[in-house]
C-alpha cells in the first residue's frame, strides 16, 4: 500500500474493526466513568455514543456498515436481559414483598407517560405520525420500534427518543432522587427501569444490585404494559 489511507480504506470495510472499536470505546467510557466516581454526567452509554457518533462522522462511515460489525454485541441484548434472573432468583424474597406497590407503579407509570406525550404532543401541535412515534419511547429498544411501525409512526425516530429517554433518565435518576431523599433502593431501581429501560437500569446496577434487580423487572414489566397500552390510548385519543 503507497499511502495510510489504502490501509484504512481496506480495514473499513471489515465487521472486525467496528466490533473491536465499539469494545474499545466501551472500555474507554467505562474507565472515564469510574475515574469520575461513576457521576450521573459521566455515563458510558452516552460517552460512546458521542466517540463512536463522532468517528463515523470523521471517516465518512455509512451507519449500515458499522452496523455490520458491532451486531454481535447486539446479538448480546438477548441474554443480557434474561440474565437479569439470576439477581430475580437470589433476591426472590424481596421481589414478592414488593409484588403489590409494583403493580400499582407499573399501571400509573405506563398511563402516564404515554398521555403526557398525548398531551404535550397536541398542545405542541405535532403531525400525527410524529406524536405516534414518541409514545412507546419509555419501552426497551425493539418493542417501541414494533409498536411505533404497527400504529404508523417512524421505527428510525422512535429508536433516537427511546436512546434519548434512556440517557436522560440514567443521568438523571440518583441527583433526582438524593433531591426527594428516597433512599429506598428498590423504589429507586424500579422507578428508572420503567422510565429509561436498558440504559436506566444499567445506571441502576451501577448504584446499587438491589435497584438494578428492580430496574430490571420494570424494564421487563414495562415492556408488556406499553405494548398493551399505546395502541388502546392511541386509538381512543388520536
Known amino acids: 500500500m503507497k499511502h495510510p489511507m489504502e490501509l484504512w480504506v481496506y480495514l473499513s470495510t471489515s465487521p472486525l474493526l467496528w466490533l473491536t ?14 475515574r469520575l466516581k461513576r457521576h450521573p454526567l459521566a455515563n458510558p ?39 437479569i434472573a ?30 403526557s ?27 417501541a420500534m414494533s409498536i411505533s ?7 428510525s425516530l422512535t429508536a433516537v427518543l427511546v436512546i434519548l429517554t434512556g440517557i436522560v433518565g440514567a443521568v438523571v435518576v440518583t441527583p433526582f432522587m438524593n433531591a426527594m431523599r428516597i433512599k429506598d433502593y428498590e423504589a429507586r431501581g424500579f422507578a428508572v427501569g ?15 444490585e438491589t435497584a438494578g434487580l428492580f430496574a430490571g423487572m420494570a424494564m421487563a414489566l414495562n415492556a408488556i404494559a406499553t405494548s398493551v397500552v399505546v395502541p388502546l390510548l392511541a386509538r381512543l385519543m388520536l
Request: net charge positive.
Open 117 to 143: 406525550i398525548i398531551v404535550m404532543g397536541k398542545w405542541a401541535g405535532l403531525s400525527q405520525d410524529v406524536l405516534i412515534s414518541f409514545l412507546p419511547k419509555s419501552a426497551t429498544a425493539g418493542v
Open 194 to 208: 420503567l422510565t429509561s429501560h436498558g440504559i436506566g437500569t444499567a445506571r441502576a446496577f451501577d448504584v446499587d
Open 21 to 34: 472499536l465499539t469494545l474499545l470505546v466501551w472500555i474507554v467510557a467505562t474507565t472515564i466513568s469510574v
Open 45 to 83: 452509554v452516552l460517552i460512546s455514543i458521542v466517540l463512536l457518533a463522532c468517528t463515523l462522522w470523521m471517516f465518512n462511515v455509512p451507519y449500515e456498515r458499522f452496523f455490520a460489525g458491532a451486531q454481535f454485541i447486539h446479538f448480546l441484548l438477548g441474554p443480557a436481559t434474561v440474565a
Open 86 to 115: 439470576i439477581p430475580l432468583f437470589r433476591q426472590w424474597q424481596k421481589v414478592r414483598q414488593a409484588l403489590v406497590p409494583m403493580g400499582a407503579a407499573l399501571v400509573v407509570g405506563s398511563f402516564s407517560a404515554v398521555l
Open 149 to 155: 411501525a404497527s400504529l404508523g409512526g417512524n421505527p
